[in-house]
């Protein structure tokens, strides 16, 4: 046994390493961003995938031929990858296969705070939330042996408390060799027509039922004995919280909360006298709990939101539902001053365009001195928003749209939209701007296809997005230096505003951040070439 000081993120990466996972896929997504990265820096196989999406449909691949499969992304990536989500459900895997849902409560660095607690349910896929960095390498080593043993995908579900808060970690003595893979052929359970999905869900419904029965006899649900006036049932870093909160109560901590070992919670309500869930974001523990008829209490609805820490538990347990202190103000983020995208807003914001925007470090656009955006909604819709306008505004506002999307944005989801902007063309034309700063900047720095770089920054293939618009109908396309050309630049804005062309404009300036890297990993490539 080794112990190491590890965040959630670096324990859930060692962890896939000790259990020999043979392929490690995702998007970079705060907070998820670093468990691919650390995987891959302690010698685990691990790419970075286009979107969420294809990065599951890899997983599914490598897991359909018996792979230990890892697939992680932050919650709003789940989304992206909802549709192979509640198939692969169906179909089940021959190896194992762990998907990583790093959920924001509080939105720390997201455009919502869902809870994704919900997918597990609505999907149909068993789901274990750890409490520390511990139980953060514990339970995917756990998820990848339950996996395989029900040949079903397990949802593991962290929180940015867990993500980046270090832990010591006791890490196992025997380390796991890759799976040995070899796909045989099984087309009733892997092809999923209507004839064979039918019987497919039904085997789901069993497997959940089978997987219920062993969750109220796993010790990972664990009882922690204290007084019989309060009983406290709670996960993940809820219970941390919870735990400091009320040291006197009896807690029932749920490890893995779907399916719910709804028997076992019934017995723990029934041994205390008041039994309050303690649950961060959505109500998911306490309304699942009250529906199987158990007399629980909950949180006030002002609890749902943000995340919950000692303070808020004490509040909830004295059913105090006063108006919080405001939180401190902090310095609002900023663009970075030698940005390459400065400029380009500057020059929106004069022109008084009408910006859809998108997710990334341009979205900081929105703030002062520019105040050039004017939607934000998810990956990728800049461009498909932006066309919604220019279809249905008035010319003299419909002249005026503009969608401003990053270079990994457009890789992830931008793509599309450019095809119904060259098939579904508005009578005016439109505008993209692409900013292209040749990394994934707002994460932390990370490649993308079209970088030209693997997720370790050895040399890859470099997707050509001007041929590539070029190949796609796009009429304009233009590659520019936004702040070196700026004379350039304002005039090509102001051309293809006025035009009823469709017009792509890479703006492509590396990130100020990343340019001393990327120098010196082209240096490396040369030096080896």
């Known amino acids: 046994m080794t112990r190491m000081l590890l965040s959630g993120n670096e324990a859930v990466a060692q962890a896939a390493l000790d259990s020999g996972v043979n392929l490690g896929a995702g998007y970079p997504g705060t907070p998820s961003t670093e468990i691919l990265e650390h995987f891959s820096a302690i010698g685990g196989a691990a790419q970075w995938s286009p979107n969420e999406k294809v990065a599951l449909e890899v997983g599914i691949g490598a897991a359909f031929g018996g792979a230990k499969a890892l697939v992680t992304m932050k919650h709003v990536g789940l989304n992206v990858a909802a549709d192979p989500l509640f198939t692969v459900a169906y179909t089940g895997v021959s190896g194992s296969l762990v ?245 380009v807003f500057e020059v929106l914001s004069a022109k008084k365009c009408i910006v859809a925007g998108d997710i990334g470090c341009y979205t900081l656009g929105v703030l002062p001195p520019f105040e050039a955006m004017d939607t934000c909604v998810c990956m990728g819709a800049s461009i498909s928003v932006g066309l919604g306008l220019r279809h249905t505004l008035p010319e003299d506002q419909a002249r005026r749209v503009v969608s401003v ?38 994460t932390g720095l990370q490649e993308h296809p079209g970088t030209g770089r693997l997720l370790n920054h050895e040399p890859a293939y470099q997707l050509d997005f001007a041929a590539m618009l070029t190949a796609m109908g796009v009429d304009n396309v233009h590659v520019l230096d936004a702040g070196k050309e700026s004379d350039n630049f304002e005039q090509i804005l102001t051309d293809s505003l006025a035009c009823d062309q469709t017009t792509v404009i890479i703006a492509r300036r590396p990130c100020i951040l990343a340019a001393k890297k990327i120098r010196e990993y082209q240096t490396k490539q040369e030096n080896a070439c």
């Open 99 to 343: 998907i990583i849902s790093a959920d924001d409560p509080g939105m720390a660095s997201s455009q919502n705070e869902q809870d994704n607690r919900n997918y597990a349910k609505a999907a149909g896929v068993p789901m274990l939330e750890p409490s520390d960095s511990q139980q953060a390498y514990d339970y995917l080593a756990l998820a990848l042996q339950l996996s395989h043993q029900w040949q079903i995908p397990i949802i593991l579900r962290v929180t940015t408390r867990i993500c980046h808060s270090k832990g010591i970690v006791n890490t196992a003595d025997t380390k796991l060799s890759p799976s040995e893979c070899n796909f045989q052929r099984d087309i009733p359970g892997r092809v999923m027509v209507p004839a064979y999905a039918r019987p497919a869900h039904r085997r789901l419904r069993e497997k959940l039922n089978k997987i219920a029965q062993w969750n109220e006899e796993t010790e990972i649900n664990e009882i922690i004995p204290g007084g019989k006036e309060l009983g406290i049932i709670t996960s993940g870093i809820s219970y941390v919280h919870a735990r400091e909160a009320a040291p006197e109560a009896s807690f029932l901590k749920l490890s893995m909360t779907y399916p719910l070992p709804l028997n076992k919670i019934r017995q723990f309500a029934d041994s205390v006298q008041r039994c309050v869930v303690i649950d961060e974001g959505d109500p998911y523990l306490v309304d699942a709990i009250r529906a199987a008829g158990i007399c629980v209490e909950g949180k006030a609805d002002l609890y749902r939101f943000g995340e919950l820490n000692v303070e808020r538990v004490k509040r909830i347990l004295a059913n105090d539902t006063t108006a919080e202190p405001a939180p401190p103000k902090g310095k609002p983020p900023q663009l970075c001053q030698g940005c390459p995208h400065r400029h």
């Open 405 to 442: 999307i990053g270079d990994s944005t457009f890789v992830h989801s931008g793509i599309t939209g450019i095809v119904d902007m060259v098939y579904n063309r508005p009578k005016t034309g439109h505008v993209v701007l692409i900013l292209d700063n040749s990394t994934t900047a707002m």
